[in-house]
């Protein structure tokens, strides 16, 4: 199956079960996982992607993503560090992989609009303008994914 | 700019109108204005007393604008306010201090603190006392554009990133639209839903809006760190951005200091009335919602309350546009035990958060967030400030409290009608 | 007995006894001087004084506001004249004897001031103006009710962190200088302590003196408070925030 553009890609995600969203949504997340040092994330993604995880289990880790990000937010006033912006969003983007379930939510799409985020990010901050192949790289992460 | 000790009673002598000579000489030290400020209430240090926050203007006032003063001061008498003092003084006026307004309103004779607290820090500035951290966000904001230092390839980013996210294009620089849009630094660091949400309302309600590229930023540290020169400069590149691009109204965005800063101090910093109307998001919301504009379908399940931000809400004005939107979307919604202009505040305004040395009295003053929002039992906090949203949100981590923390804009967008 | 301005008491029976009468003589001479010279001195400081500190004070002006003000019934500075007298939500519990101790003695002040009969009589002597009194026991009462508000509000300011913080001498001396006139002013009306003359010249005194210092001191805030209730209902009326 091949992805081209973002209504696409939203179309594919929302038939995904909950499992598999969370999966998908685990990768999206260690696409951008090297722009965070925060050992904690990688911890969130290994849950995601784990089929038989437990609700207790799911929630700790939960809280240990929303710890990360919390604390990686930058303060209001204080100069913007564009590179620890962007391990803030790989945070996030780990938050939305083990997210409690809510109605109208999909963590695939949380997770690669954070991931997409930490990706502009770093492209900030190393002045390469506001382009980025994040997208292009998250619809062929997911057809790759459907393939399988 | 070089500080020094006469520039700043210099300073202070200009800044004493009849407001504050009235205050000064209606204090009777009930200590009233203590039990209304949380860095006192939380720590229990009586030095935190607003009112005694002011004692370097106080003897200012006394030395300079009283007969008896003036006579003790040639005297010999009276004791000058120096560098020393000043610098004593910093922690008390920055680091304790969030502009937050509640000493004000429980003062008995009326003393409205706060007011004198934003003119103290004028000639705090001036003469090199302000904290590090501020000043580097005021020289960001003049030199930059932003007091965390985004420029407009950073705020680009965000529209692409938005566009992608909603479908929506974002418009920049468009002439006659009816709104331009603001954003704090905060929102396009932090929360880029926040303009994620603008496009969708104002989609939904057909309305033209558009961002400026040459004033996407409403925070105002000018006023923060108290340097009017400096938030002059930052009002007016909006008032030239509005202006220029012929909108109706510039919307301020869920900031709290933007919103006193343009909508009630700026036209007295550039010396004349706006040409344009200025209204809080949340205003302009309600407004949508008045006229019909504003289709929501479905509610938030769990119980929510809501932090009343000082600026908006006690400082501003804005003080039932919230309810009225959050019943748009809530079923269980019930308010804190001090709701509306007696909200405490969560302990990060008036430039306290960018005061790295404030951190660990913010989180005690947190005490008392933490207590308010244990008893309302709410799982779910909102609020209309992306400040008040990130010290809210580490405070509660802090505290272990499992209570997300979300945007009232974003929210309603989050329910808005989708269109067939 | 009410003597008025000018009269000097005599007793009915004079001796020849020099002691005896020396010592009449002076609180004769104390209570005169108190009751002419004094009251000149004093009331002029005052009426002098006060008239130059709320010169001094509002002439500095204020700038004029030029945001558009958002109008909110209830919201302004005349309806935070009055509300501000009540305690905002909240603030009771946290300092009740402020505000209890406050309301009591403030009230007892006016109550022994203007509605006791010889006060009453005093001031129609001086203005031509006068109303009902109140009846002497309840004045009693409240004098003493007063009085032990007060010292209430002393042990409150000395053993309360923050206000014994902020307390200067002024604080102290303020205090004094009210509590003063009402314990002499009830002594001398139940012929207490000292002879009647000399306690009502102490009294008198004693009102003279806190009449010279309010203007100067943190007594004048029964002027002021007025002023500084007023802007600060004005600025947050305009907000829209009622205050």
Sequence with gaps: MNISNDSEFKAALSFLSGTNRRRVAAHFSENVLSLSKDARIKGAIDAAKRADITPAELAAAYQTARAASVESYTRCGRECNWNDQASHFVAEAGVACVQPDKPGANPAWDAAMQARMARTCETIATGRGTDNAEAAAQYRILAEFLNS | MSASIEKGISVLKEVIDAPIASYFSSCVHCGLCAEACLFYTESGDPKYTPIHKLEPLRRVYKQEYTLLGRFAKILGLSKPVTDEELEEWKPLVYDSCTLCGRCSLVCPVGNDIVYMVRRLREGMAISGHAPEGLAGASQRAVEIGSPMGVKLPAVKAQMKHVQADTGIEIPLDVVGAEYMVLMSSMEIINFPEYLAAIARIMKQAGKTWTLCSEAFEATNSGIQIGVSDIARVLVQRIVDGAEKLKVKTVISPECGHAYTALRWEGPNLIGRPYSFEVLHILEVLDGFRNAGLLKTSGFEEAKLTFHDPCQLVRRGGVLEEPRRLLNLVAKDYVETGDPGKMNWCCGGGGGVSAIEEAEELRLTAFKVKKVQLEATGAKTLVTACANCRIVLEEGLEHYKMDIPVVGLTETIAAHLTAKE | ?243
């Design chain 3, 1 to 243: 007995m009410y003597m008025l301005r000018g009269e000097i008491y005599s007793t009915p029976c004079i001796l020849a006894n020099s002691e005896f009468l020396e010592t009449h003589m002076n609180e004769d001479l104390f209570l005169n001087w108190v009751r002419s010279t004094g009251l000149d001195i004093s009331i002029g400081v005052f009426v002098l004084g006060t008239l130059w500190r709320l010169f001094e004070i509002y002439s500095l002006g204020r700038k004029t506001d030029l945001a558009v003000p958002r109008h909110r019934a209830g919201a302004s500075g005349l309806h935070t004249l009055f509300r501000r007298s009540v305690p905002p939500p909240g603030m009771f519990k946290r300092s009740p004897i402020s505000y209890v101790g406050g309301y009591v003695f403030h009230i007892g002040l006016f109550i022994v001031v203007f509605l006791f009969a010889q006060h009453i009589k005093l001031i129609q002597s001086l203005t031509g103006l006068s109303w009902p009194n109140l009846p002497a026991q309840f004045i009693d009462a409240t004098a003493v009710v007063t009085l032990a508000t007060m010292v209430l509000v002393l042990a409150e300011r000395i053993n309360k962190p923050v206000k014994r913080f902020l307390s200067t001498f002024g604080d102290y001396a303020g205090w004094a200088l009210t509590f003063l006139p009402v314990l002499t002013g009830y002594l001398a009306n139940k012929h207490l302590l000292l002879s009647y003359t000399t306690m009502l010249g102490l009294h008198i005194l004693s009102v003279e003196l806190l009449l010279v210092f309010i203007p100067f001191t943190k007594l004048f805030h029964v002027f002021t408070l007025w002023g500084s209730r007023w802007y600060n209902g004005d600025v947050n009326g305009r907000k829209g925030v009622p205050t």
